[in-house]
């Protein structure tokens, strides 16, 4: 069970990458007082939860409904985690997302923060793919749900936090963390191809 939770838990932690969009949250509500951040935080992340949930319940369906095999969907996810990153370890995600900002709508809350900084096509791709290991097992699914909610809880905390003083975290240590979660991201989106790969076999 905890070996279950943990293994989720980091993967999510990887893809919805709290660190790194925290920065992009504090530039976002820049202009905002202090109860309107923490009412963009709020609403942000729990759009976000929403959303990464409902495709949690949906993703078997989805699968079965468009004939497409677990295997071949770890592959495509594993594909896609490893092209995220790399783009991570060359610090183009945080580029591509501090992009967002300049396409931002009047309700950040939404959109750029909860779509697609939060629950982007990687954090939706991890949800279906680990949804799908678990099959019709409840227990575990509940374990997977707890750790992916876990996850949004930081997320919302440190956006807390930065609400209340925006000089708690350094983008040089945010750096650092991208570039080692990065290596750890890369070894999970092969071994997620390698299962693919032996499940279709």
């Known amino acids: ?11 999510y932690f990887v893809v919805i990458d709290p660190f790194g969009t925290t920065p992009i949250f504090m530039s976002l509500t820049q202009h905002q007082n202090t109860k309107e951040k923490l009412k963009s935080a709020f609403e942000g992340v729990l759009t976000a939860t929403i959303i990464l949930i409902f495709f949690s319940l949906v993703g078997n369906f989805l699968l079965a409904y468009l004939n497409i095999s677990l295997g071949a969907f770890k592959i495509a996810g594993g594909i896609i985690l490893f092209i ?71 997320t919302f905390i440190l956006f807390y936090v930065v609400s209340k003083s925006q000089q708690f975290i350094n983008k040089k240590v945010i750096n650092v963390f991208s570039i080692v979660i990065s290596i750890v991201f890369a070894g999970l989106s092969i071994q997620y191809i390698i299962d693919g790969v032996l499940s279709l076999i």
């Open 84 to 154: 995220i990153s790399m783009e991570m370890l060359f610090d183009k995600r945080q580029e591509r997302k501090e992009k967002n900002i300049e396409n931002a709508s009047n309700n950040i809350a939404i959109f750029p923060l909860a779509i697609p900084l939060l629950s982007g096509p990687a954090a939706i791709t991890s949800v279906i793919v680990i949804v799908g290991q678990f099959g019709d097992n409840f227990t575990y699914q509940l374990i997977g749900t707890a750790s992916l909610i876990s996850v949004m809880l930081i």
């Open 1 to 11: 069970m905890y070996e279950i939770y943990l293994h989720s838990f980091v993967l």
